[in-house]
Structures are given as structure tokens and as C-alpha cells.
């Protein structure tokens, strides 16, 4: 049987609540299957109606990578939903204390790169991972004032690559970054998306030596 428009727009209702971007999310809408997948990790749900008040739900959820499966009716799948988006909400928006271990390298810097000009080659592909960055960073849903300071600072960043060595250049990257999180021109709430925008830009932030 089909899922209806109605239940999809109860569905949607969920992600408004807890402000998750649904841009950030593949949905597939086949005639009697729903599927919401986060596009960056293996957090999903699908949804499958059976009879007119019978649903099969399976779902992954953010500290479960096995499928949790059930036929319950509509207001019970609606509670697992919601508790299902709020407990990625909370995994997308919450820092773990690591990340400035974590991040400490994640551009790849070695000693050899403290004279180390970039290729003409990387120079294109770093400039064109900020021009990727550039349209990402539009899903977030900033105001247009702070979202024209991000693409601002984007702009120099892409302006250094010709100025500065590759230790240099990444070494003003990372304190760039840290400096829109940190004085919340990127709002808290937006900050795990953000990152992972800056990660899928730029493969991880690895640039080759």
C-alpha cells in the first residue's frame, strides 16, 4: 500500500522540529516503501506500509548499526521517529572534547611542506574545493550577512593558495575555520554539518603532498 502524502508531511513535521537540514538527507519515495537516509553515515529509516493500519519500520539508528524492525501502527511509528531524529540531531550537534586532537593534522601538513610550494595542479584542485565548499555551505541556512562573511573568507583563503606555501596556507585554513565556529558566525547548530561540508569539499582535507 502507499504511503501518503500526509504521513510523508507528518514525517517532514519531525526534521522541523528538531532543525535537521534536510538537504543533508537522500530520500527515496517508491510506492509502498519510504526510506530516509543520512547521506554522510549509515544512520537510516524505512518505512513500509503494510495494510491501511499496519507499518513495517526499520531503522538504524545513531548508536545501533543493526536494523531494528518492527510492525507497529502509525502513532507508534511516529513516537520511533521521533526519538529516532532526536537522537541524530543530538549526534550531529554535539562536540566529543577530541575534536581538537582529531583535527590537529587534518590537513595533512608534514615538516617537508614548511618550504614547499603548491603545484599548479593542486592549486586548481584546492581552489575548486573551496568553490564546492561556496555552494554547500548555502544549504546551512545562515543569514545572508553571516553567510557573506564565510564566502568573504573563502575568498582570500582561495587568493593565498598563490601567496603562501602549502605549511603556511593550511596553517591559516585551519585557524580560518576555527575562528568562524569560535566567534559563531557559524552557529553552533550548524557546526557538525559544517564540517562535514569542509570534509567531503576537500577528501577529508587531505591535500597530497
Known amino acids: 500500500m502507499r504511503i501518503t502524502n500526509v504521513e510523508k508531511k507528518q514525517l517532514s513535521d519531525v526534521f522541523l522540529k528538531f532543525k535537521l ?81 582529531e583535527n590537529t593534522n587534518f590537513l595533512n601538513a608534514e615538516y617537508e611542506e614548511l618550504n614547499t610550494n603548491f603545484t599548479d595542479i593542486e592549486k ?18 545562515l543569514s545572508p550577512d553571516k553567510l557573506e562573511i564565510i564566502e568573504s573568507k573563502l575568498d582570500s583563503l582561495s587568493i593565498k593558495i598563490d601567496e603562501l606555501n602549502k605549511f603556511d596556507w593550511k596553517s591559516m585554513f585551519i585557524g580560518t575555520i576555527a575562528s568562524l565556529i569560535m566567534t559563531f558566525v557559524v552557529p553552533q547548530e550548524a557546526g557538525g554539518m559544517f564540517w562535514e561540508y569542509i570534509k567531503s569539499s576537500f577528501h577529508n582535507l587531505k591535500i597530497s603532498a
Open 124 to 141: 586548481r584542485q584546492t581552489k575548486q574545493s573551496i568553490k564546492d565548499l561556496k555552494v554547500k555551505i548555502k544549504l546551512l541556512n
Open 21 to 101: 537540514n534536510i538537504f543533508d538527507f537522500e530520500t527515496t519515495g517508491e510506492y509502498e516503501v519510504f526510506k530516509i537516509k543520512f547521506k554522510y553515515d549509515y544512520f537510516s529509516f524505512a518505512i513500509v506500509k503494510k495494510k491501511p493500519s499496519v507499518y513495517l519500520m526499520e531503522y538504524c539508528s545513531v548508536d545501533n548499526k543493526n536494523v531494528i524492525s518492527s510492525e507497529v501502527n502509525w502513532n507508534t511509528l511516529l513516537q520511533h521517529f521521533l526519538e529516532w531524529a532526536k537522537k541524530l540531531y543530538a549526534e550531529l550537534n554535539s562536540p566529543t572534547g577530541w575534536e581538537s586532537f
